[in-house]
């Protein structure tokens, strides 16, 4: 999965993201950053809960998801156990790196969106 994921990093290591470092940096101020930081929950949520269906329900993204439910009894340990097929972890997590790119959030907001909704999966 890391090398699947590994040009999100290279990109934003590149400053081609859209993350900013201080909420002055963007004009909404604080407001805009609480705002794209509740807005990336959300629509995390609504990105995990299709994917999640697409991979249930579409045959050939089953058969790559069949590899976590064939853990029997998935925990929030299934993904360090490489229950994932590479491709069914990269999709999982292909919105947390994609919406930084399209939508300037605040570095911190990002970084506490994504580690609140990977907590809400676990
Ligand atoms: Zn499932």
Redesign the pocket.
């Given at each position: 999965m890391s090398l699947l994921a590994a040009p999100w990093d290279v990109a934003a290591a590149a400053g081609a993201d859209r993350r900013y470092a201080a909420v002055g940096d963007h004009p909404g101020g604080a407001a805009y950053a609480v705002a794209t930081a509740v807005a990336f929950l959300a629509v995390g949520e609504t990105y995990s809960y299709w994917e999640?269906r697409a991979?249930?329900r579409v045959p050939a993204l089953a058969r790559l998801?069949a590899a976590?439910?064939a853990v029997g009894s998935p925990t929030p340990f299934a993904a360090l156990t490489l229950a994932f097929h590479p491709l069914d972890g990269y999709a999982q997590g292909l919105y947390f790196h994609a919406f930084p790119f399209v939508v300037p959030v605040h570095r911190g907001a990002s970084r506490c969106s994504t580690a609140a909704v990977r907590t809400a999966v676990m």
């Amino acid at each position: 999965m890391s090398l699947l994921a590994a040009p999100w990093d290279v990109a934003a290591a590149a400053g081609a993201d859209r993350r900013y470092a201080a909420v002055g940096d963007h004009p909404g101020g604080a407001a805009y950053a609480v705002a794209t930081a509740v807005a990336f929950l959300a629509v995390g949520e609504t990105y995990s809960y299709w994917e999640n269906r697409a991979l249930h329900r579409v045959p050939a993204l089953a058969r790559l998801h069949a590899a976590y439910h064939a853990v029997g009894s998935p925990t929030p340990f299934a993904a360090l156990t490489l229950a994932f097929h590479p491709l069914d972890g990269y999709a999982q997590g292909l919105y947390f790196h994609a919406f930084p790119f399209v939508v300037p959030v605040h570095r911190g907001a990002s970084r506490c969106s994504t580690a609140a909704v990977r907590t809400a999966v676990m």
